[in-house]
DNA sequence: AGCAATTTTGCAAGCGTTTGCAATAAAAAA
DNA sequence: TTTTTTATTGCAAACGCTTGCAAAATTGCT
């Protein structure tokens, strides 16, 4: 690699290793009817003049972009920062890079989708929870390569890569109302997501199952995010008979409700026990670290890669819908209720 | 939009345009010289066939590729995020993508560094604390725009966006010591790294400044990663005559520190204060919220990726560096050392 | 109306690869 | 040997776009 230069192109490498330029785009791509010595004397050539595949005009040319989009709604959220990891982990094994879009762009994430599929990317990995349907459509119309994480598509023709977000749910109810809560605040996502949906559907359940009666005032609507898990969790606690254990449909509400608790000035989880979902990094961290419903995002991302990846390479590969357990991890910041507390409200 | 089919070529909107397919490229351009009603037909085909530039043939085309580098050591740092998010925002203002590269790949650095000046990329980003001089020579003899962000170039001759690491450390001790902590402990970053060297530089410096005397034993050796950090913490705990303060060089190894202190048995701030570097999201999550010198690690992201951007679209624009001021920011896990605890070290 | 200046448009030649097809060389079979 | 078969290699034609150059239209002045 002694002569770095920009211009090195395939027919430097050919004349050099004095062969045909096809040749070497043969050997560059692994075909197999090539005389070993030829490969050789290629590969020689290729090293001794530092040449790099173009990848744009490899992709014009009809191969691969060796590029996958991922569609996220943005980074600012821990929760995609664990999916993204998994991405990698498994891209770093193969060789695709990772091209990220970002929805809060300002065009639409339909273009965004359309984009890729012009040369861009080989296919795409979508978090985009909000999705409007309509391009997912596009997307399939095309048979372009997709996958779908942490959602579904209502048509279930899509591959996708989700968890068990209601059986979840229903396990850390369980577990409260296992520890002695009788009195279970819970916090939604944002209800237009399936997951928002399933958690709350299984946080019923487990209610009804215990034969508990569901009480209105304690379903507070909440979005995913920290500050109306604060703000719903005020409203919890300011009922007249507040709840002794709030369930925020993931950890970042969660965060917000213990914040909550703490400027009421009471303590998690002495006066009020708090559990989330997600476990996203930021679940242990916190003091009292967070008891919550693990959702095994990287492992997510993971396997939501490899479908894709096999589904570009094997394009009529049927469609695939994995869904993960998810597993209650238990932490500090779920208790018994205090019998005097329970007293004081009964 | 009506038809969406992958295969719409500047040919058909010409065509359906009416015009010849330079002229469509010329709008598409932005070129100046075209008439408004023939702009206007050329944008209306565009519409109607639901066209979409394919980059790859644009950029090969001798065009630009439209996307930017971002070369980051990993994902599972906090502190990426928020540098990019900040590169992601400014982004979305222009209309580059993001390609994102973690070095933890296989290949090596260096030949990510080439396969993006093979038209891959217009410029790239590098967040590689542990960067191996050699590529970035490579990327300056080709003149390929690229921008370091929180590094620097020993030899000074690369954009670069930093911050005032000296200073602000130099503050954080000051701030311990005004509190009246005398013997403070010192946890290092990784020392290969510039800014490493500088918050152990600005802390010694605001000790000697204060006639202080620097104790051997009250430096310890970390890596900016929060196990390294317990660690660290544990011999500081171990000393015969522990210090009443920890100042850890970064955020990570911070939260590292108080979980070995509360492995102790010791509280924070109460009998150790603790106070950490970067200021990350996670910095205002952990109880008790961190005292922490602030690094606006988003406005870095996000004036690295203006810089590049210019230096892009004016490819003779000097480089620059840009330094940005850090702050100390005040949350609890600092307070004044109990007089009694001073008395019984004495 | 005639001519120059200026604005618009179209043609053709790439950009660096991949790949189908055909030609050549080598190996196997007859 | 000669004929088949099979392994290697080269040529040429895309891939979809940008851009220099030149031709065609238009406009502005005499």
Known sequence: MSEINTSVTILDVAREAGVSYSTVSRVLSGYNY??????????????????????????????KSGVIGLLVPGLDNGYIGE?????????????????????????????????MTKGLADGVLLVVPLLTTGYIETLREQNFPYVLIDQVDPSNRSSAVDSLNRQGAYEATQYLLGLGHRRIGFITG????????????????????????????????????????????ERLLNLPNPPTAIFASNDLSAFGVMEAVRAYGLQVPHDISVIGFDDIPQASLVYPRLTTVRQPLDEMGRIAARLLIEQIENPDRPIRHVTLPTSLVIRESCQSPHQSWLDLRR
């Open 34 to 63: 090539v005389k070993d010595s030829t490969r050789e004397r290629v590969l020689e050539a290729v090293e001794r003049l530092g040449y790099v595949v173009n990848q744009q005009a490899r992709s014009l040319a009809g191969g």
């Open 83 to 115: 999916i993204a990891r998994g991405i990698d982990e498994e891209l770093s094994k193969s060789s695709y890079d990772l091209l990220l879009y970002t929805t809060h762009r300002t065009s639409t994430e339909a273009s965004y989708a359309l984009k």
């Open 190 to 233: 944002l209800m237009k997501l399936r997951s928002a949906e399933e958690r709350l559907a299984g946080h019923m359940a487990a209610l009804r199952d215990a034969g508990m009666p569901t009480e209105e005032d304690l379903i507070q609507t909440g979005d995913f995010w920290r500050r109306e898990g604060y703000e719903a969790a």
